[in-house]
């Protein structure tokens, strides 16, 4: 059996591969959602939110803490009707709290 040792970039795998491809589309469209919403969330909070994976119709945002989440809950339908507005079927955002490994008691 002779192999071929070539090196590749993640993005040339991910291109050689459907299920690799796939999912770097949908990391893609998630971060296109991501900044589809800045203009709507507070800028102090940008930071805070990262784009986190599309599940179907369910997106999730993955958030520094539990303050950014209580924000978000209030924006919640503005942020889905633009979503929806610029094309994404959207029927719900997931939040998700990342904790910090450096937290107390882990």
Do not use: F, Y
Not at 54 to 68: H, K, P, S
Not at 94 to 103: D, G, H
Request: charged content about 20%.
């Amino acid at each position: 059996m002779i192999r071929n040792h070539r090196s590749v970039t993640a993005l040339q795998a991910a291109h050689e591969s459907p299920t690799l491809a796939h999912l770097a589309g949908l990391a893609d469209e998630s971060s296109a959602r991501l900044k589809s919403i800045h203009g709507l969330v507070p800028k102090s909070l940008l930071g805070s939110i990262k784009a986190g994976p599309i599940d179907g119709t369910v997106w999730c945002l993955i958030l520094e803490n539990n303050a950014v989440a209580a924000k978000l809950r209030q924006l919640m339908p503005a942020l889905q009707a633009h979503l929806r507005s610029k094309g994404w079927e959207v029927t719900s955002i997931r939040l998700k709290v990342q904790m910090s490994s450096s937290s107390p008691g882990r």
